[in-house]
């Protein structure tokens, strides 16, 4: 990146994607030097997407380049998509406020990041949701949504929701507050096309778990990294989300049982698309989702263990 290169086009920039190396000096500069220029001189900025790469430097809180996101979002009135989910710093109420009264025309905000800590609460989410009317995807850790925020986006004259991604990996996730099966039931109602994420991380203990998978939920997308029990989990959606899942990803212990259990769900999720299984698994679960799953373009069964990284098998 050559930010003195880029200060003449700046002004004609409407989205922009951004990456950077946060531990190296250079790079982080150059990132800060470069949203500062477009909040000093790019209202009409109309997406925002930072990607951090490589490890983050120890107690490195990201104070410096959450400042500039900070004013970014002050100059911004037209930005309508900010992604920061893979931006490895703690997001807080404050930036979430920030968002919410100064760009009113967002329709979509990712802050389902990596941080083991949850500093943004429900009440920000809820001011949030009641600032920003057009809003149809988001983001958040399980414990940044209650029930009040999945009533006000069931609200009558809201607009479309199409997209609800959570993830659950932090202890503030484990101790959240369950989200009621009859509110997903009636935002299910209200939103016939919402496609639910969940995301659920081994900070998960098996009681939370129970309370997160209810049957009304909407789940298109199911990542299960758990540490404790995987085939409950892959057994219950095989048996209430049959009808919407679409993508199941598994992080477990190979055993008879997992297979079992994912054997069941193919021959439930008709409508699957893509699964990916990172254990060994029999010939028996391969043949089930090829067999029950005409959908299928992508999976990762392998049937003997192989050197890491495992790739994906695309269907013709």
Known sequence: ?????????????????????????PSRLAAIELLTALA?????????????????RLFDSGRDVLDAVHALCRAARALR????????????DALVLQVAHGCPELCSLFLDNSTLVGSVGPGSVLELLEACPCLRALGLHLASLSRTGLEALAAPDRAPFELLA??????EDARASPLPNEAWAELSRRHPG????????P??????????????????????????????????AARHY?????????????????????????????????????????????????????????????????PHPWRPTLVA
């Open 81 to 92: 998509h900010l992604d920061l989910r893979r931006l490895p710093f703690t997001l807080d």
């Open 203 to 236: 900070a998960l203990p098996a009681e939370s778990v129970t309370r997160v998978l209810q049957p009304a939920v909407p789940v298109a997308a199911l990542r299960l990294n758990l540490s404790g029990d995987t085939v409950g989990p892959v057994r219950f």
């Open 242 to 306: 049959a009808a919407t899942l679409r993508a199941l990803e598994v992080r477990a212990a190979a055993s008879a049982e997992l297979d079992a259990a994912l054997e069941e769900l193919a021959e439930c999720c008709a409508g699957l698309r893509e699964v990916h299984c990172f254990c060994v698994v029999r010939p028996s679960v391969l043949h089930a989702f090829r067999t029950h799953c005409p959908r299928l373009r992508s999976y990762t069964l392998k049937l003997t263990r192989e």
């Open 166 to 171: 959570l993830r659950c990996a932090c202890p």
């Open 194 to 201: 919402l496609a639910v994420e969940l995301e659920l991380e």
């Open 1 to 25: 990146m050559q930010p003195q290169y880029l200060s003449a086009c700046l002004d004609h920039v409407q989205n922009l994607r951004l990456e950077f190396v946060p531990s190296r000096e």
């Open 40 to 56: 000093g001189r790019n209202p009409e900025l109309r997406g925002l997407c930072l990607e951090c790469r490589g490890e983050k």
